[in-house]
């Protein structure tokens, strides 16, 4: 719980404010941080501050809170006009959760208006000796609290109804009681409220990936006919003799089924234009199921991997790092960290490797321009290689031949150590129409036959 007037009133007695100076001043979040100051008599010490939270207080503190990776702007501000200050003198509002101190330097001195409520008044302001608002942690526009404003301090006559006293404590000071208990308390509801957000995340990510795999199953479902569609190329196969162009069927004897079956034909192809049209199905199909498969196994894995992490996450997370899982950049750079695929430069040429269907999209998506190369196996499931383009240059063949080892390296064709493979400028990509994540159809692609150079990929991969 935030401290009442009295509170603070015991507080503000205990602490050597007045004859310190301000040494340095750390931001832990966008509501608190902690003033390193010096006393002649207390020598080194630290005040901890907080507001607009539940725990707004100011209190005396031995032990330094982690630091805020990012600096506000108002932290800049007190680093460039706060620090180096001595703390002249201190008063607090009468009745009231909130006081001022002024700081003086060379040439001037300022005020520090520090408001510990639990309504839209918490703030820091720091204003002239007349009160005309220099800056200020929260800008209120409502309040006429904006920079160069006069701020208006409106003090109380009476404590008013209500009747406040020091809540007992067993500790030297009261700073020590206060600096212990609402750091504990509200660590712990800090804590509650981020493994909230962090199950919030995880059944938000969970959910897609059910989606995907939803989509996967589907798209096998879709295609697992394809061995029926073998059996009848099968059956045309073995009576072509008896198709001639124009027909629109044929009744064959099926010798498993023991039945005869009539096999739709398309007039206008050749006998063998319409067994080769159900041969193209089948394979369609058969690739499709495949890949299908091979991906709706890997979306499986990775339920598992997130459901793992989050449950880890979850019992062993530290506050900090349940903060850091739920935590967004404030600007919108894309975090360095994060991105997708596998990044390697081979002779001054910057290549990206997809290794499965959502690095393959995003990489399209997000990181690649018309001019890139793009480079993908032939008839075996596999990741994207993107060789980014650099002006004036045209990829040399060496670099291209270790583009492909890396394309067999990420697929199937692995195994066999070798692959056929084809590429072509990503402005000659388009997307499959209702296809699946990453699926691309490409033109104007040109071929490549290559062998796998394990020993380059492990000299490029590092």
Same mark, same amino acid.
């Given at each position: ?18 004859? &310190? ?84 330097? &060379? ?74 208990? &609402? ?280």
């Amino acid at each position: 719980m935030s401290l009442n007037w009295k509170e603070l009133e015991r507080i503000l007695s205990e602490l050597p404010l007045e004859g &310190s100076y301000i040494q340095k001043i750390t931001e832990h979040s966008i509501s608190s941080f902690t003033f390193s100051l010096f006393s002649r008599t207390e020598k080194a010490w630290m005040l901890y501050t907080e507001v607009s939270t539940p725990y707004a207080r100011v209190c005396r503190t031995d032990h330094m809170r982690k630091k805020d990776s990012r600096m506000q702007r108002f932290t800049q501000y007190l680093n460039a006009h706060v620090v180096g200050r001595k703390i002249e003198c201190v008063r607090q509002y009468p009745f009231d959760r909130a006081f001022s101190m002024d700081l003086r330097s &060379s040439s001037d001195v300022i005020r520090m208006h520090i408001r510990l409520y639990s309504g839209p008044g918490a703030n820091i302001i720091i204003t002239d000796v007349d009160n005309r608002i220099l800056e200020l942690l929260y800008r209120r526009p409502g309040r006429s609290e904006e920079k160069g404003e006069v701020l208006i301090c409106e003090e109380r006559t009476d404590e008013g109804p209500r009747h406040f006293s020091v809540r007992e404590y067993d500790t030297p000071t009261f700073n020590e009681h206060i600096d212990r208990t &609402s750091s504990i308390e509200s660590s712990a509801e800090r804590k509650a409220e981020l493994e909230e957000r962090i199950k919030e995340k995880r059944d938000k990510e969970i959910a897609a990936l059910e989606e995907r795999l939803s989509r996967q199953l589907r798209r096998i479902r879709e295609t697992e006919g394809f061995e029926e569609t073998k059996r009848i190329a099968d059956l045309l196969s073995s009576a072509i003799w008896s198709v001639t162009k124009g027909m629109r069927s044929i009744e064959l004897e099926d010798w498993e089924k023991g039945e005869r079956i009539s096999i739709s034909l398309d007039p206008s192809l050749s006998p063998n234009e319409n067994l080769e049209k159900y041969y193209q199905r089948y394979r369609k199909d058969k690739r499709a199921s495949e890949l299908a498969a091979e991906e709706a196994e890997r979306t499986r894995e990775e339920i598992k991997e997130t459901e793992e992490k989050y449950r880890v996450l979850l019992e062993t997370g530290s506050a900090e790092k349940l903060r850091k899982e739920t935590e967004k950049p404030r600007d919108g750079r894309k975090d360095e960290d994060k991105k997708p695929g596998v990044w390697v430069t081979v002779s001054g040429f910057d290549l990206i490797i997809g290794r499965n269907a959502k690095e393959n999209d995003e990489i399209l998506r997000h990181y690649t321009r018309g001019s890139d190369l793009w480079l993908h196996t032939r008839d075996y499931a596999g990741g994207y290689v993107i060789i980014k383009a650099k002006k004036g240059k045209t990829v040399p063949l060496p670099v291209l031949l270790d583009a492909a080892s890396l394309a067999i390296h990420y697929s199937k064709a692995k195994k066999s150590g070798k692959a056929d493979l084809y590429y072509t400028e990503v402005k000659y990509l388009r997307r499959a129409k209702d296809g699946k994540t990453g699926l691309v159809l490409p033109t104007q692609e040109r071929n490549l036959s290559a062998t796998l150079d394990e020993k380059r990929v492990k000299e490029i991969l590092g």
